[in-house]
């Protein structure tokens, strides 16, 4: 098993996980190979995709550790997040804090990201011994949002989901994010079938992330 702080660091490192949301086992992993295939290697599989275990344990299969940082997503309740874990599993996101799942995490050292909106939910999570904070919806807030945040949190590690698109992701990064989560925005080509322009859009993503940090 890789350390926890092992999967932290390297999200951290490149400073986005691609949400894989697919009508198949088939399409979620052509579309998480495409994304690895453009630079990012943390590919978050929902739990809305038939099947997910099943392509956690393909990926896992098919990449090895040091090209994938897998981990599941829309993931509610602890049942969950033990099939997950069981299926390899790195990291366990929420898209609304558990403190059931949060427990389990903690019990076998996985990372844990649930969504939160609220400053209270933040802290909630934060003292449960939550990794990250998902903000979620993302597009409810706006960039702006983690710097107001972050002035009196300064010590709360935020991801946003939902609203993060490639003429945003510098600002998001800029207030203070340690990653993006980006789902449609970056996986739009699989509705046609164009997995080319996945990869394209990742490499940009990853270009856009390294000029908002340097």
């Known amino acids: 098993m890789i350390p926890k702080i092992d999967t932290l660091n390297r999200i951290s490192e490149v400073g ?32 809305t995709v038939p099947g997910a275990h099943k392509v956690i344990e393909a990926l896992k ?22 099939i997950a874990i069981l299926a ?23 990372p844990y990201m649930p969504g939160c909106i609220t ?9 449960a011994g939550a990794d990250v904070i998902k903000v979620f919806p993302g597009n409810l807030v706006g960039p702006d949002y983690i710097k107001a945040v972050k002035g009196p ?3 709360a590690v935020l991801m946003p989901t939902g609203g993060v698109s490639i003429d945003n992701v510098d600002q ?6 340690v990653a993006v989560g980006v789902g449609g925005q970056l996986t739009a080509g699989a509705k046609t079938g164009n ?10 993503f990853i270009k856009k992330i390294k000029e908002a940090r340097a």
Do not use: H
């Open 119 to 127: 400053p209270k939910e933040m802290v909630t999570a934060m003292e």
């Open 61 to 82: 299969g098919k990449f090895s550790k040091e090209e994938l940082i897998v981990g599941a997503g829309t993931v509610l309740d602890s049942e969950t997040a033990r």
């Open 195 to 204: 997995y080319e322009l996945i990869t394209e859009t990742a490499k940009a």
């Open 88 to 110: 390899g599993a790195e990291y366990i996101v929420s898209s609304s804090f558990d403190e059931e799942t949060c427990k389990l995490c903690n019990r076998y050292q996985i």
């Open 153 to 155: 949190m300064p010590q």
């Open 16 to 47: 986005i996980v691609a949400v894989v949301r697919a009508e198949s086992e088939e399409q979620a992993t052509k579309i998480a190979e495409a994304c690895i295939k453009g630079g990012i290697p943390a590919i978050e599989v929902t739990f």
């Open 172 to 177: 998001w990064i800029k207030n203070g994010c």
